[in-house]
């Protein structure tokens, strides 16, 4: 049986054990490619699909107890924020009365004499830091009302369609290499089984079947490889700084997104004062009526509560703010064995469901084509 094969054929029975390798290998990309996608910013794959089962486990295990709101806010630098905010709004605070003013009682406002409304933009411009600097302290007194943390991570990590992705592909890869070889090295131990059966029957079951077992093994392996955390947990702080608690969306979160209504009354409360002095409230009572006085505070309130989102929005400010809250979780986030093992195992059970089927079809595709080819130089 064996003379009659052409040094061919040898050359390609020879090749099984490495066709072995090369099935391990394809399973390993395969999986990585379905799983994450081709780059960073895919926007499919396994882990985009499952980011709203994989989002909460990342809050439970790498920022439960390890931080809290109050921590977070204090993070986000408030006595920065005011410096930030007041920058911000003192040279557009006479457009925002202005603005505020005409939203509703435009022919007033533009036929008040100019001593008036100077009156008005001197008191908002002389207590306009005192006003911000009370926003932000009641904010970061209430604000466990507003949100929790829980609330926040899971809104930014949601809102972000790489975020959840980018964290658990950095807690998979951080043996990535070693899953590699493991993949290649197992690949090519079965390839010299099944080398050894098809020696015993030449069938193209033997091959089928044999690198159908080979793609099942090399997954089995890749997949159930140790999950023992990276000893710099430095990547996974800057991924957690950057999306699950970034300082803008976190920001947006409190003020619009969370309890926005209670946000919106705290600012009411203190910026009613830029208004509210007594002579200027008796005179604009007594011209635009108690309502329109109201309904001036009301539209006040919310030009402020507007301005206050984009002023903080400085890439220099929030950049800053991010490192101080990626140092704190380098120091506090613990990357154990267990923690990475409860995020990965959900994403395992979707990866044995998607998968395994397509190694399957990689170890059938592979051993047919060979069984062929050796066939065709027969």
């Not at 408030?78 to 457009?95: A, F, G, S, Y």
């Not at 004499?113 to 830091?129: D, E, Q, S």
């Not at 093994?217 to 608690?245: E, G, K, M």
């Not at 984009?310 to 506090?332: M, P």
Request: glycine letters at 4%.
């Amino acid at each position: 049986m064996f003379e009659e094969l052409t040094s061919n054929q040898w050359f390609l029975i020879c090749s099984i054990p490495l066709l072995g390798a090369v099935v391990g290998y394809a399973v390993r990309v395969l999986s990585q490619v379905l799983t994450y996608g081709s780059h960073p910013e895919s926007q499919w794959g396994l882990a985009f699909y499952t980011r709203k089962l994989l989002a909460p486990l990342i809050y439970h295990h790498l920022l439960h107890k390890h931080l809290s709101t109050a921590q977070l806010y204090e993070h986000l630098g408030p006595e920065r924020m005011v410096k930030q905010i007041v920058k911000h709004l003192r040279p557009r605070l006479d457009t925002i009365i202005d603005e505020t003013m005409e939203q509703n009682h435009d022919i007033f406002w533009e036929n008040l004499p100019i001593t008036v409304k100077n009156r008005f933009y001197g008191r908002a411009h002389k207590i306009l830091p005192n006003v911000i600097d009370n926003v932000v302290e009641d904010i970061g007194d209430n604000i466990d009302r507003l949100a929790t943390l829980e609330e926040i991570s899971f809104h930014n990590l949601l809102e972000s369609p790489s975020a959840v992705p980018k964290i658990v592909r950095q807690l998979d890869e951080n043996q990535g290499a070693k899953k590699t070889i493991l993949g290649i090295l197992t690949g090519y131990t079965l390839g010299l089984l099944v080398l050894i059966s098809w020696l015993v029957a030449e069938h193209w079951s033997v091959l089928v079947l044999g690198y159908c077992v080979v793609s099942i093994c090399c997954f089995w392996v890749i997949h159930h490889a140790s999950t023992r955390p990276s000893t710099n947990p430095d990547v996974i702080s800057q991924l957690l700084s950057t999306y699950a608690l970034a300082p803008i969306p976190s920001l947006k979160f409190l003020l619009t997104e969370g309890r926005s209504r209670f946000a919106r009354n705290l600012i009411k409360k203190h910026a009613t004062p830029i208004i509210d002095r007594a002579t200027l409230r008796t005179f604009t009572q007594l011209t635009i009526g108690p309502s329109g006085y109201a309904n001036v505070k009301q539209q006040l309130s919310h030009n402020l509560y507007r301005e206050y989102f984009s002023a903080i929005k400085e890439d220099r400010f929030v950049e800053t703010q991010r490192l101080q809250l990626e140092h704190h979780l380098s120091k506090t986030v613990v990357l154990s064995e267990a923690n990475t093992s409860a995020i990965l195992d959900t994403l395992r059970k979707t990866q044995n469901q998607f998968l395994l089927p397509v190694s399957l079809l990689v170890g059938s595709f592979s051993g047919l084509s060979l069984y062929f080819l050796i066939r065709s130089l027969g």
